[in-house]
């Protein structure tokens, strides 16, 4: 079953304007971590942003925030002031004690490539 | 501070070779970790290390070994290529965690990839 569904494969959005993309996940457990990495088309993973099952307030990070809705089961990374260098794919992960790694193993989404228009 | 960087950054085998990739990080992490990258998904775990002289298998481990034999390092040897084996490879470390699930302690950190090709 897949745990982590990003529904977007692909957005655009106007230089300046803010964007969200996507991220549904499914977990039987109450403690859990979530995280956003970019990739750029150069291919690195980037980390942006982090969020605990338990952290109250929603996780910012300069433009980044994240939309964490828990009894929804979403963690929608918002992008704010989008400049064209935020052009990437966009992954969201999730921390999986169920896997067979456990804790240790980060599954991901297939991702949303964000394209910025100028 | 350099981060996460592997060794080499791209390679074409032929299939039935053999290759080893390096990856190193100068962060003290003491947890590293060995992804692939296949076209239209995100990442899956192949091996990973908690510490020095230990590894452990992930997701997808098979056709694939792995060592650790300084804090600093982490290997992931492929002994007779397969075209399967295809990919985008990335390493990430991480500092260890601190026993709770929704802590952010060991966030991961990834290298730049190898692309790798078997023919």
């Known amino acids: 079953a897949q745990k982590i569904t990003q529904t977007q494969p692909g957005m655009f959005v106007q230089e300046k304007e803010a964007v969200t993309l996507d991220c549904t996940y499914d977990?039987?457990?109450?403690?859990?971590?979530l995280f956003w990495y970019k990739q750029p088309s150069s291919g690195e993973m980037i980390f942006l942003i982090y969020q605990g099952s338990y952290d109250e307030q929603n996780a910012t990070e300069g433009r980044y925030s994240l939309n964490f809705q828990k009894a929804r089961k979403s963690a929608n990374l918002v992008i704010s002031a989008s400049q064209l260098g935020d052009s990437a794919m966009y992954f969201c992960?999730?921390?999986?004690?169920?896997?067979?790694?456990?804790?240790?193993?980060?599954?991901f989404g297939k991702g949303t490539k964000l394209s910025v228009i100028p | 501070n350099a981060g996460v960087t592997q060794t080499p950054k791209f390679r074409v085998l032929k299939t039935g070779q053999s290759m080893t990739l390096l990856c190193a990080q100068d962060?003290?992490?003491?947890?590293m970790y060995w992804y692939r990258q296949d076209p239209g998904m995100g990442l899956r775990l192949i091996h990973y290390?908690?510490?020095?002289?230990?590894?452990a298998k992930g997701e997808v481990p098979d056709g694939y070994n792995v060592s650790r034999l300084k804090k600093q390092n982490f290997l992931l040897g492929l002994e007779s290529a397969a075209p399967s084996q295809t990919s985008v490879y990335f390493c990430?470390?991480?500092?260890?965690?601190?026993?709770?699930?929704?802590?952010?302690?060991?966030?991961?950190?990834f290298g730049p990839g190898t692309r790798l090709t078997v023919l």
């Open positions: 962060m003290n992490h003491e947890y």
């Open positions: 990430a470390s991480s500092y260890a965690s601190d026993g709770r699930e929704d802590s952010g302690t060991d966030t991961q950190y």
């Open positions: 290390s908690v510490g020095e002289g230990t590894t």
């Open positions: 977990t039987s457990d109450q403690s859990y971590g």
């Open positions: 992960a999730m921390r999986d004690p169920a896997s067979g790694a456990g804790s240790y193993q980060l599954t």
